[in-house]
């Protein structure tokens, strides 16, 4: 099961296919294996090895995704970090992950001289900066000077096995305590197969990305793509007529989209069935789409709409597009070899329509955190991942969620946890407590909210405090949009704070 097999395999029987496609940039599958070549041996000539960490700091370019196939080839281990990352979170994320080299946009470069110092396990020629201003930086590499000389042709061997480390997916911008979600060789070729199977993807496949390919939800296209020797476009960034354009343009068959993206196509005013056509999936992945979206997919782009409910863990279920209007407000069943059960607070199944914890278990969990047996001890038991998060099933088995238990927020698809920001605000001067928690939000899905107690005293202005928030998180996606001032925290009899009832108060007030 090593997926670094995958594109020597189309290069050698299928050179001439169209493989890649990023901005101008344009590579049949010779072609990108040659690049990606480039890449991995220019990684083992600067002396990192099988079971090495490499982390990318990248905006949507042709080197990352090169960077995660050299890392397929080579063995090294690839650490995609999300470029939202202020300096605190990241420095934080290279340091768990015991990084040795790094792969960063130029526009990083300022970051990666404020916190080059809390990271003495990486030396100064591995930082790698991708971009003009690279090429003039004393301090750190160019990225064509480190490629400079390396061979296109295949690296060695790297005697590859399936329980052999492919990446580490970090949860989200984090504090003091981040949290590596580690992948295997096996488990990506389990994400080839089993979803491959799921989108009915074939070789002449054309998947359009247009979301960040740093976090695992990219991975739903990324991986059977390759498998199947298709053909890949991906844009720089999120911009809905251009997709529409490049869907009509390149015949595009497979999309995986946020909520907030589906959204803006939907809203854009070049939308037209009829330029969609071509699409045989129309994929929304990182929280659910609100039903009148749904409602509108499925009678203008009638029998294209998939729906997931995963964690980067390794648990998924699957809404096939079959399923779409039948099952309507459900997130589907576990694909093949995957299986979930709904248990009590006792850990006994639950009956059909009775609210209780999801849990899965199959070929893609996760063996664990990356340096956190306890954390990994308490969500995997017996086998079972314990998500966290609450639903039921019907009387046919298809799962429709509830809540979230461990109150996560999904903004535009990423995964922010209230826990991180609320470290943050408590450290203000005039602030006794605070809840963080989530609340809809027409473009990103939902968006954090504060509650505070002041204190005694204190007079607090609101949109200060958001501003005073905001420049200290570590991520982007960590901003909070509003604060709620209250007098005392919502609790129940247990002494846990009610973010329900905090959300209800909020709606109120706007």
């Keep these: 099961m090593n997926i670094g097999s995958l594109l020597p395999r189309h290069a050698r029987y299928r050179p001439r296919h169209p493989a ?237 989209m946020v909520p907030s993206q589906i959204i803006a196509i939907l809203n854009s005013p070049s939308f037209d069935p009829r330029q969609l056509e071509s699409l045989e999936m129309i994929h929304n992945v990182g929280a659910p789409l609100h039903l009148e979206y749904k409602h509108r997919l499925n009678e203008q782009l009638p029998g294209r709409f998939y729906e997931l409910y995963g964690l980067t863990e390794g648990f998924m279920t699957v809404l096939d597009k079959h399923d779409a209007i039948r099952k309507v407000g459900s997130v589907g069943v576990p694909p093949p070899f995957l299986e979930m059960r709904i248990v009590n607070e006792q850990g006994e199944e639950c009956a059909v329509g009775e609210i209780g914890e999801i849990c899965g278990k199959g070929p893609m969990l996760t063996p664990g955190y990356y340096k956190r047996p306890d954390l990994t001890e308490k969500a995997i038991v017996d086998g079972w991942l314990y998500t966290g998060d609450a639903g039921y099933v019907d009387e046919e088995g298809y799962l429709f969620l509830v809540d979230r238990l461990k109150d996560m927020i999904i903004s535009g698809g990423v995964n922010v946890y209230p826990k991180d920001i609320e470290e943050v605000i408590i450290r203000h001067p005039d602030i006794n407590e605070v809840a963080v928690f989530g609340v809809a939000d027409e473009k990103w899905g939902e968006v954090p909210v504060a509650a505070v107690i002041p204190r005694p005293g204190a007079v607090l202005d609101t949109a200060a405090l958001v501003d005073w928030t905001n420049s200290r998180v570590d991520a982007k996606f960590q901003r909070i949009a509003d604060v709620l001032i209250m007098d005392a925290l919502p609790r129940n009899v247990a002494g846990k704070v009610l973010k329900r009832e905090m959300r209800e108060q909020y709606k109120g007030k706007t």
């Design 20 to 256: 890649f496609v990023c901005g101008e940039q344009r590579f049949s599958y010779a072609e990108f294996n040659a690049y990606v070549n480039r890449l991995a041996n220019a990684l083992l000539a600067s002396g990192l090895r099988k079971g090495d960490k490499m982390a990318t700091l990248l905006p949507n370019c042709t080197p990352l995704m090169a960077a995660y196939w050299a890392a397929a080839k080579t063995g090294i281990i690839i650490v995609p970090c999300s470029p939202l990352l202020q300096d605190s979170g990241l420095a934080t994320l290279l340091r768990d992950s015991d990084t040795l080299l790094v792969l960063a946009d130029s526009s990083f470069t300022g970051t990666l001289q404020r916190i080059r110092g809390d990271l003495p396990a990486i030396r100064s020629e591995r930082f790698i900066l991708i971009g003009d201003e690279g090429h003039q930086h004393p301090d750190f590499r160019s990225y064509a000077d480190f490629l400079d000389g390396a061979s296109e042709d295949n690296p060695p061997d790297a005697g590859l096995k399936d329980d052999d480390v492919y990446n580490i997916m970090y949860s989200s911008g984090t504090t003091g305590a981040p949290k590596g979600i580690v992948h295997t060789h096996y488990i990506r070729a389990m994400y080839c197969t089993i979803f491959g199977a799921c989108w009915r993807m074939t070789p002449e496949s054309v998947v359009l990305h247009a979301g960040s390919i740093v976090f695992n939800g990219a991975m739903l296209d990324l991986m059977p793509w390759m498998y199947l020797g298709g053909t890949y476009i991906l844009h720089k960034a999120f911009d809905p007529e251009a997709v529409i354009a490049d869907i009509a343009k390149e015949k595009v068959t497979h999309i995986v």
